[in-house]
């Protein structure tokens, strides 16, 4: 477990790097879209951000932030094959990871999504922008960070043995239930 709380951070980390080129990232789908002639539909998948990389970003800045994202999913897809591995779950686990994995699908569309507080991802942009094309693309990654975030919080507390409590000290003795564990004074039966 401890390994997959690494991992997240990790992640973690080179998601603030990442946003703090969201920006940029916003000027390179655009430019992206633009040169496919693709202003018509929003961005509404990896998929799509992988497309527009790999055959319409010329710019080396805008190919290694949209790369930068590719790579931050494609490290939290792998986390989840880690957390399937870690814990067998319940129904509460297996149903935060099953939506990571339909988040992180390189073809679903997540032109809903919209990340809230305490993600201001979507305020950065332009009205036009949130409502047309880009507020889901910025959304994915906040999300499903929440997502795995909860799964491990759920997973430390009611899933896994708690190391602290001593399986003697929770014992306890069923003949004492009705009786109290001492005898009072005075009531001796010999």
């Not at 992640?11 to 080129?21: H, M």
């Not at 809230?116 to 999300?143: F, W």
């Amino acid at each position: 477990m401890d390994e997959v709380v690494e991992t997240l951070g990790k992640i973690e980390q080179n998601y603030k790097l990442f946003q703090q080129q969201q920006m940029t990232f916003v000027k390179a789908l655009k430019l992206s879209r633009l040169e496919a002639n693709d202003l018509v539909r929003p961005v509404s998948s990896i998929n799509q951000v992988e497309c527009y990389k790999d055959h319409h970003c010329y710019n080396s800045r805008d190919r290694h932030v949209l790369n930068m994202f590719i790579s931050i999913c494609n490290d939290l897809r792998n986390l989840c094959q880690k957390l399937e591995k870690v814990h067998p779950g319940d129904s509460v686990t297996n149903g935060l990871l099953e939506k990571c994995k339909v988040l992180l699908n390189d073809s679903n569309d997540f032109t809903d999504l919209r990340a809230t507080y305490p993600h201001g991802v979507v305020n950065y942009l332009s009205l036009a922008e949130a409502t047309d094309c880009y507020a889901g693309v910025v959304s994915l990654i906040p999300i499903v960070i929440d997502t795995m975030r909860e799964w491990i919080s759920y997973t430390n507390k009611h899933l896994l043995p708690n190391e602290r409590e001593c399986s003697k000290c929770k014992y306890e003795d069923p003949r004492l239930k009705k009786q109290a564990p001492w005898k009072t004074p005075g009531k001796h039966p010999y």
